[in-house]
């Protein structure tokens, strides 16, 4: 035991440091565990104890953690609101280089059926963790290519649990055809995910409801750590893996008032957990397995990133410009941490031998590694290759513009702006990062350029500073901000008029030296009462 908490106190202490020097340079902290456990096994030969059921069990719940919070993101709402980007992109991506993978491995590399599929589905996998880390520190996750990759990755996680699931079917039924595992899958899981949406909804809404009326938060927490436990055995004693319960509970908390309390309540637990997955995985890496194959996986690498690449730009491409789909396509061109919990499922239900799951691992955490180096280059490396424009971005007719308004956000409330202000006949510019939206307004007559107007670029090209007003009409309360905060930025005196829908999100914005914040309900009800009054008077 003694032993046990020595080297948890190393780990721990190690993990911190070089986490700290890799943050530094820009590598994710997945690596950071990884190199702790590979430092680990090697200095006191803990290769053994890394197939601990204790120790696997422990870094499997980081996974179940992270497929909640993922499920808290993923919304009935915001599946609805993306369509497009979750369901057709990213069903066509995963669907396209799974089949070409498949292929190739089956056929070329002589593998088998089983395995072939295992390796296939996993390699259709982006790193979530590392892209949406990126383009949310760069702002661009609100940019067309931003929203593709965001939808697809999103279905990249949603596949994840059906992956899973058949894991452990192909683990379990032999030599039984894969059609019929893929039927059993398919009717096993909709029977858990509609009793965990028909019973298990109302018991979560009502566990959450009473323990957050009780104002302790050691009753909320642990409700919710009872919810996230309890789905996950439930999923788990009806023959799946503990993640789908899990995802599913997340699912239904989103719908709930309370997501992003849990959300942020839960990410401790969340990240400490998943750092212990990771950790014996490095423990499993096999350094001389590594040096004696680094052209293989250099070379399998390089061979992934194309397919991966070139797949995805065709598949994009039918719905955005070549610049957008070749963006989204090499962000997503890595294959994804998820493969790591593939390989090891796959690995210990004996569908891929352990010696070939080992060196699939290599190549994943080299793909991860050279990943954060590569995508600060994306933008430049697509500028070089195309040409072209997404729709209007060139902004040179607005010099000397002043006196003008712009409109950010091109949506229902923003076409009814432009309808009020042609009516004034005020001079104004529309700028929206939607392609649907500029392509809208353009068709309409109306003068709008697609761009970010988060961006400083964006600002100076529209000439805020002489600008008469700058409306902010979009309902995502977090560019709004973004927006806000760089205009404010950008010029202090700027006369800045932001719509809001609730007091939460005017409370949000409140630090800000905003000149005229518009709460939309407050509006509708001083216009019914000036309706009501003009009534009256009419009677009289």
Known sequence: MQNVLVYIIIALGLSIVINIFLKKIGISQIIGYILTGTLIAYGFDLHKASHSHALEMAGEFGIVFLMFTIGLEISLAKMGSMKREIFANGFLQVGL????????AH???ALGPKSSIIIALAFSLSSTAIVLTYLKSSKEIYTPYGQN???ILIFQDIAVIPILILISFLSKEGDQKIFVILWHTLLSVSVVIAVMFTFGKRVVA?????????????????SVLFIVMASSLFAYYMGFTYSL???VAGMIIAETKYHHKVESDIAPFKDILLGTFFVVVGMKIDIFLFLDNIGLIIGLFLLIFIIKSLLMFLVLRLSSSSATSLKTALFLSQVGEFSFV??????SGHIIDEQLASLLVLIVIFSMIVTPFFVPFINAITTRLIKEKDIVTDMSALKGRENHVVVCGYSVVGKFVTQYLEELDVPYVIIDNSNKHVQEALEEGREAYLGDASKTAILQALHIEKAAAIIVTLDNIAKKRLICEAVLNHSRNANLIVKVVSLEEKEKLSDLKITNIVDGKVEVARVLVERMLTCQLKYR
């Open 206 to 222: 009502w566990l959450l409801h009473f323990s957050s009326s009780s104002e302790v938060d050691e009753l909320f927490m642990g």
């Open 97 to 104: 280089t799974t089949v070409v993978t498949y292929l190739l």
């Open 149 to 151: 990759a965001t939808g």
């Open 107 to 109: 056929y070329i590399f």
């Open 245 to 247: 319960g899990a995802f």
């Open 342 to 347: 593939i390989f090891a499922l796959a690995a």
